[in-house]
């Protein structure tokens, strides 16, 4: 009898554990859809407040800054194509590798972010050392080590400017769709705010002329 009591009480500790377990993954779920809730409000609130003289460097930064917040990372960058060289520039980057990252030029067909500019589909890749379209030349050449990444393009109807990318969740090292769904938002933004730079400059252009 006695053996019975304790096989029951071991038996309700485990199912206890096993509770607290998974109301404490239920807690981090919220948290992060409350906290990416959060983030695409401020996402559009920023670019309501866009005026003709708007800083888009500034614009960029403060756009990367929430995805990453949203998506519990700290390392993301915006690359840009350049059309005369054919290459693919990291134009703005946050984290630990921006010293050696901003500026950085990769062939345009390089990677994943390559594929993600050539064909204009975001990707997810939970593993990149498993996925054949991983290139891991950026990381060699910055002393990085890149596990899990998202990218989403940046383009409109008639131009594609290139992508963003984040990389390595902080918690987890994984993404998941809900992350994804939160880049590909602040891809389109980000496009919004290019393409209404591009029409900024040739306003003023006309007008100078």
């Known amino acids: 009898m006695a053996k019975d009591r304790r096989d029951i009480v071991q038996m309700l500790r485990r199912e206890n554990e096993l509770l607290k377990s998974r109301n404490q993954k239920l807690d981090a779920r919220l948290t992060r859809h409350q906290q990416a809730f959060r983030a695409l ?27 990453l917040h949203a998506c519990d990372s700290e390392n993301g960058s915006m690359i840009l194509v350049d059309d005369d060289s054919n290459e693919l520039v990291f134009v703005e980057v946050i984290g630990e590798t921006r ?14 972010v390559g594929h993600v500019v050539k064909t204009r589909e975001a990707m997810l890749v939970t593993d990149v050392h498993n996925s054949s379209r991983w290139s891991s030349e950026v990381d060699q050449a910055i002393g990085f080590n890149t596990s899990a ?17 984040v990389v390595n969740n902080v918690f987890s090292n994984e993404f998941d769709e809900n992350d994804l769904a939160i880049l590909r938002v602040t891809a389109r933004f980000v496009s919004q705010a290019l393409e209404e730079a591009e029409d900024i400059t ?6 100078f002329e």
Do not use: Q, V, W
């Open 99 to 112: 010293e050696h990252l901003l500026n950085h030029r990769i062939d345009i067909d390089t990677g994943i």
């Open 41 to 67: 409000n401020r996402m559009e609130e920023t670019m309501r407040s866009i005026r003709p003289s708007f800083d888009l460097k500034k614009l960029i930064n403060d756009l990367l800054a929430l995805a």
């Open 202 to 207: 040739l306003l003023e252009g006309e007008n």
């Open 149 to 165: 990444l998202m990218c989403a393009p940046l383009f409109n109807n008639e131009k594609t400017y290139g992508a963003i990318e």
